[in-house]
């Protein structure tokens, strides 16, 4: 059992189980009922999104000190009581079920996803390779 980090809208791998997008927005033009249909996600949990705020950083983000103020910015947001309780329960769900979180983002060391691999793990989460 276990929680995989994966890019949504990618095809979902076997025993990947449940899909939970981890994003501020639904897909753009894509009808709610074809969400997961288009391997985007089952379910939405924006409460472990980054903020507009934490995104605006990333979009003007160039250089390595720019991500690592993005990666901080996020980290910060994910101590906020609702945000470390999602991050808590998806954590103790890693113990017993295969599922996955992810990001729209084509590249995880330039995304949210990265952050959040790591503070699942920190939170004691089964994390798959």
Same mark, same amino acid.
């Given at each position: =059992?276990? !929680?995989?980090? !994966?890019?949504?809208?990618?095809?979902?791998?076997?025993?990947?189980?449940?899909?939970?997008?981890? @994003?501020? &927005?639904?897909?753009?033009?894509?009808?709610?009922?074809?969400?997961?249909?288009?391997?985007?996600? +089952? !379910?939405?949990?924006?409460? !472990?999104?980054?903020?507009?705020?934490? =995104? %605006?950083?990333?979009?003007?983000?160039?250089?390595?000190? %720019?991500?690592?103020?993005?990666?901080? #910015?996020?980290?910060?947001? =994910?101590? &906020?009581? %609702?945000?470390? #309780?999602?991050?808590?329960?998806?954590?103790?769900?890693?113990?017993?079920? +295969?599922?996955? @979180?992810?990001?729209?983002?084509? %590249?995880?060391? #330039?995304? #949210?996803?990265?952050?959040?691999?790591?503070?699942?793990?920190?939170?004691?989460?089964? @994390?798959?390779?």
């Amino acid at each position: =059992m276990s !929680v995989r980090i !994966v890019r949504l809208g990618t095809p979902r791998l076997p025993a990947e189980g449940l899909r939970i997008g981890t @994003v501020r &927005r639904p897909p753009r033009g894509v009808p709610k009922s074809e969400f997961a249909k288009r391997d985007f996600y +089952d !379910v939405w949990l924006p409460t !472990v999104a980054p903020s507009q705020a934490a =995104m %605006d950083i990333a979009h003007a983000a160039v250089t390595a000190k %720019d991500w690592a103020n993005f990666f901080r #910015h996020y980290r910060s947001e =994910m101590k &906020r009581p %609702d945000a470390a #309780h999602a991050i808590a329960l998806l954590a103790a769900l890693s113990q017993g079920t +295969d599922f996955s @979180v992810g990001c729209y983002c084509q %590249d995880e060391a #330039h995304c #949210h996803r990265h952050e959040l691999r790591r503070l699942l793990q920190e939170a004691g989460a089964k @994390v798959a390779p």
